[in-house]
């Protein structure tokens, strides 16, 4: 139990949405779900919360019914169809014969780990994230770590339409 500054009766944390900097990572996205970081079985499941505000919690409603955090998972963001758009093409053909140019980007988050059994109980939190145009090399990851004081770091890389991306 606990008590937490943006959650009361009448309030609670802005979720990511349809107007999130990355749509596709809003409430309501499909993900791929595994544990232990065995990718051979994994389960499909939704984003049921996405905090963006303290204290950061990520809820996924699997589809077989189960909830789980985010932090107790390893998990993709999918299409509805459970693929993850492995294609490596950038110039694409969508709806209608419609032309759109794909971006490819990656983006680091640095993770704090938290204390379960500690006084209060702490979750594990992204207490910083940066989008990068490259691949991040060793060196640039391990510098993340270092200047955000992470306990750890997430490199996952990303797509998305040109034309979507914000200030274009």
């Not at 758009?85 to 988050?109: A, D, F, I, P």
């Not at 060196?139 to 997430?154: G, P, T």
Request: with cysteine; glycine share 4%; proline share 5%.
């Amino acid at each position: 139990m606990g008590c937490v500054e943006t959650i009361a009766y009448d309030k609670f944390p802005k979720q990511r949405d349809k107007d999130y900097k990355y749509p596709y990572m809003a409430v309501g996205a499909r993900v791929k779900v595994c544990f232990h970081y065995n990718t051979s079985e994994y389960c499909m499941g939704t984003i049921v919360r996405s905090d963006t505000e303290e204290p950061f919690e990520e809820i996924i409603r699997l589809d077989d019914g189960r909830f789980i955090r985010a932090v107790e998972c390893q998990y993709q963001y999918v299409n509805d169809e459970g693929s993850e758009g492995k294609s490596m093409l950038h110039n694409v053909t969508v709806k209608h014969e419609e032309n759109k140019v794909m971006e490819k980007y990656w983006l680091l988050r640095a993770i704090k780990d938290g204390d379960m059994y500690g006084e209060p109980p702490t979750p594990k939190r992204v207490i910083s994230e940066q989008e990068l145009d490259h691949e991040p090399t060793p060196q640039e990851i391990a510098q993340f770590l270092s200047d955000r004081k992470a306990d750890f770091v997430s490199v996952v890389q990303n797509y998305r339409f040109e034309s979507e991306l914000p200030f274009c």
